[in-house]
């Protein structure tokens, strides 16, 4: 068994939970997942089964998320779950003002995660020392914002601010909702926080838990097939004995030039083989196995 699972993950749910639940139900050890989600947000959640795990890495990196932004509330954690820092009503803030901040959020720029994040510094998650009270320097980060629209916009003494965001991997949307009130000068957090795209999934096709538990028992769930969110990759295809020696870890020759990303391997016969890349060696271009999934006995 392998291939994805294109999962609604539900509020509440960290992603090891969601994961643990995937092994349970489907009754297999190896299961991973792509792009990480805080409990407090919901939507899409890659999840490799089997021998796919091993293509976690290779999925493409863009997400798209719908948030709301709460102003004039701070918080340790730059969302609702952390203790509040600072709250204080809003007033004289106009959508126009809105508009204007924002507009500084897109392309690329830099942004400094929230302290209550994954990431290492000095080899400890970022929340571990958080929670321990140690002060230490976050690292800045480079992200792409590729696309920001306002969807709605709610007044009162704590405006709200729908968003859509299309952005690259590694951006925080926590750290936008704590910037954003930083510019404005009202203080902001995230208040709500929904995946809709990630890894080339899409939340219009996603399934939750309780569907995912109907499926198996009713016998009809299926996996997606493990080579359908790498289409971004450029592919080939082998024949019989050129494929057969390939999976069994050889280099073989490819005619043409495939550049230097990873492959798409195929067989003759439509069978998805593995991932591969193209060396160049005195006889000429090879294509090198990087991954084997099938191995070809025809």
């Known amino acids: 068994m392998q291939g994805f699972l294109n999962l609604d993950k539900p509020f509440g749910w960290t992603s090891h939970d969601c994961v643990a639940k995937t092994r349970k139900l489907l009754r297999i050890k190896r299961v991973g997942h792509a792009g990480t989600l805080d409990p407090a947000a919901t939507g899409v959640l890659p999840i490799a089964v089997g021998r796919a795990t091993r293509l976690l890495q290779y999925l493409p990196g863009n997400k798209a998320y719908k948030a709301t932004i709460r102003l004039g509330v701070s918080t340790a ?100 909702a704590r910037d954003l009130g930083v510019k404005l000068n009202t203080g902001g957090t995230l208040a709500a926080l929904q995946r809709t795209e990630s890894s080339g999934f899409h939340l219009d096709n996603s399934i939750n838990l309780t569907e995912l538990e109907a499926q198996i028992q009713a016998g009809t769930f299926q996996l997606i097939p493990p080579d359908i969110p790498l289409k971004h990759l450029s592919s080939v295809t082998l024949e019989t004995i050129p494929a057969r020696k390939w999976c069994q870890g050889q280099r073989i020759p490819m005619d043409g030039d495939t550049g230097e990303g990873i492959l798409r391997v195929y067989g003759e016969d439509g069978c998805f083989l593995g991932l591969g890349k193209q060396a160049i060696s005195a006889d000429g271009k090879l294509l090198v196995p990087v991954m084997v999934l099938e191995v070809s006995n025809k």
């Open 77 to 176: 954690t730059d969302d609702l779950q952390g203790e509040v820092i600072s709250q204080q009503p809003v007033t004289g803030l106009t959508l126009a003002m809105v508009e204007t901040a924002l507009a500084q959020f897109t392309g690329k720029i830099e942004q400094i995660p929230p302290r209550y994040s994954a990431i290492q510094v000095q080899g400890k998650r970022l929340y571990d020392l958080a929670r321990k009270g140690e002060a230490v320097e976050v690292p800045t980060r480079i992200v792409e914002i590729l696309n920001l629209e306002i969807l709605d916009w709610r007044t009162g003494d704590f405006p709200e601010l729908d968003i859509a965001i299309a952005c690259g991997t590694g951006t925080y949307i926590r750290a936008i």
